[in-house]
Structure formats: structure tokens, C-alpha cells
């Protein structure tokens, strides 16, 4: 093989993202079939309930989903009557996103399935393992914001 020549397969990046996209499809059918919620939803819904105040802004910068994706998942979970918009005394220009008490609902049956389904994917991994791979995670995470800097 030729030193400069990309191979997708062994591109680590590439690898990261077939992965994710796989695990996301997986679960974004359990998630659609069993409670209504897309991926952007329900990863809406999630920080919404660790972070019971939060703007569409933080949710951006804790979920690296981009504005129009977090609107849209925003607007139906609304709609839904899942969540609800509050003034943000902080800045009026935003507001602040709650789970309404369906929405607290939804989500309590939710969160133990997506445990489940975490479970279920890496049960054949030693728990050593996993904690290196969350490690290594968080690690390359790091890196690659601070190698998007530099560009």
C-alpha cells in the first residue's frame, strides 16, 4: 500500500462514524417504534431532563447537533407536549426548555431502555474495556477540537 493513500476501511475517522451511524440506526428504530422519538428527540429530550433549563444554544454545544436539527426536534417535542419554551431572564433573545410532566414521563421510560440497549452492545466487552474505550473517546474528542483550532 502506498504511504499516502487513504484506505476508508482503516481511516479512523471513518471508522468512528460508520460506527456511530450503525449504533444511531439501530437504536432510532427502537426509539421510533416503541416511543415516537427520532434520534434528535430524543437526544433533545436527554439533556433537557440533565439540564432542566437549558436553551437550544446549550443543547447545540452539548449535543454537536447543528441549530436546525435541534429546532426542528425542539418543535415537535413542543408540539407533542413534551416540552415547553420559558423566558430566559438572562437573555430574552432565547429561551429556556423544560420536560413538561409528559415529557418527565416519556422520558422515564425511555432512559432504561436506552441502558438496555448500551447494555446489550456491550456485554461482550470486559467493563475494563468499555472504561478505556469512554477514555479514549473523551480523549479523541478533546484532540479534535483543539486540532480544529489550529485550522
Given at each position: 500500500?502506498?504511504?499516502?493513500?487513504?484506505?476508508?476501511?482503516?481511516?479512523?475517522?471513518?471508522?468512528?462514524?460508520?460506527?456511530?451511524?450503525v449504533?444511531?440506526?439501530?437504536?432510532?428504530?427502537?426509539?421510533?417504534?416503541?416511543?415516537?422519538?427520532?434520534?434528535?428527540?430524543?437526544?433533545?429530550?436527554?439533556v433537557?431532563?440533565?439540564?432542566?433549563?437549558?436553551?437550544?444554544q446549550?443543547?447545540?454545544t452539548?449535543?454537536?447537533?447543528?441549530?436546525?436539527?435541534?429546532?426542528?426536534?425542539?418543535?415537535?417535542?413542543?408540539?407533542r407536549?413534551?416540552v415547553?419554551?420559558?423566558?430566559?431572564?438572562?437573555?430574552?433573545?432565547?429561551?429556556l426548555?423544560?420536560?413538561?410532566?409528559?415529557?418527565?414521563?416519556?422520558?422515564?421510560?425511555?432512559?432504561?431502555?436506552?441502558?438496555?440497549?448500551?447494555?446489550?452492545?456491550?456485554?461482550?466487552?470486559?467493563?475494563?474495556?468499555?472504561?478505556?474505550?469512554?477514555?479514549?473517546l473523551?480523549?479523541?474528542e478533546?484532540?479534535?477540537?483543539?486540532?480544529?483550532?489550529?485550522?
Open positions: 500500500m502506498e504511504p499516502n493513500r487513504l484506505t476508508l476501511d482503516q481511516f479512523v475517522p471513518y471508522r468512528l462514524s460508520v460506527t456511530s451511524n449504533v444511531s440506526d439501530v437504536i432510532a428504530r427502537a426509539y421510533e417504534a416503541l416511543f415516537g422519538l427520532s434520534i434528535p428527540e430524543w437526544r433533545v429530550m436527554a433537557v431532563a440533565e439540564r432542566d433549563g437549558v436553551t437550544q446549550g443543547i447545540c452539548a449535543t454537536r447537533m447543528d441549530k436546525v436539527t435541534v429546532s426542528r426536534a425542539t418543535i415537535a417535542l413542543v408540539d407536549g413534551l415547553i419554551r420559558a423566558p430566559n431572564r438572562a437573555d430574552r433573545r432565547s429561551r426548555l423544560a420536560l413538561t410532566k409528559p415529557g418527565r414521563a416519556l422520558y422515564a421510560q425511555v432512559a432504561p431502555k436506552a441502558l438496555e440497549f448500551e447494555a446489550r452492545i456491550f456485554a461482550s466487552f470486559p467493563s475494563e474495556d468499555v472504561e478505556r474505550f469512554m477514555a479514549m473523551r480523549a479523541i478533546a484532540r479534535a477540537l483543539e486540532v480544529g483550532e489550529g485550522l
